[in-house]
């Protein structure tokens, strides 16, 4: 059985490897050999094509100290490296037109019931991967493709520098469908130019630092009063 990236892939198991690339896309924290060891054992339930990449990954952070995995963390996802999990970076920049671009996140979010966490951008990938798997799978799957240059731009920022994560994003872009001619000269012209820079005299959009270290399991989206989705379970 094989993941088809024609049609993004059948939907339990992608599921499984949005939920599996959010965990070890988290900040190695206190809770980082616990959260191996969940996505290790959640790997089983797919097929070879999507869990390997992702069980390469678990294999390389295992064999890393803790305290040294959080400062590879720090120095890999480097915004000014063009290595940033923040995907409206690679195409906004730090420009105003990045806070439209943050809206549709967050609109999103709201029209599935939820909320993302306190002090995180909605445009965090392992944010969004954590909303396509436990809250609207079709909702989360739209974002992700929608920001196929994004994605793309982070892998290749994480395949030169030979990084474990360059396995997950790598498993996650095999979920999408598959980049269009547009999504190739975008993702050309980023990597030649950088992301956008604001005109002269307007605040730019800031972009924050690592994502903050949490508890295993999913990241906490707040539910909203009258929520049309509520988030499911996720694998811890």
Known sequence: ???????????ADRRVV???????????DEAFSRRLSV???????????A???LRQCVNRLAAVDPLDAAVRYVD??????RRTLFLTYYTAGDT???GVALLEFAQAYLAAGVTPPAGELPDHLAVVLEFAATVDEDAG??????HRTSIDLLHDGLRKMDSPYAAVVDAVAATLPPPTEQDLLRARRVAMQGPPAEAVGLDPYPTPGPMPARAPGPIPLELTP?????TGKGMS
């Not at 009258?226 to 509520?230: E, G, T």
Request: proline share 11%.
């Open 51 to 53: 869990r390997d990449p």
């Open 18 to 28: 949005w939920q599996a690339a959010s965990l070890l896309l988290a900040y190695p």
């Open 226 to 230: 009258n929520p049309r989705v509520l």
């Open 39 to 49: 996505v290790d054992a959640a790997l089983d339930t797919l097929p070879a094509p």
């Open 96 to 98: 105003r037109g990045r």
């Open 76 to 81: 890999t996802f480097d915004w000014r490296r």
């Open 141 to 146: 799957h739209r974002l992700l493709a929608a």
């Open 1 to 11: 059985m094989r993941l088809r990236r024609t049609r993004g892939g059948p939907v």
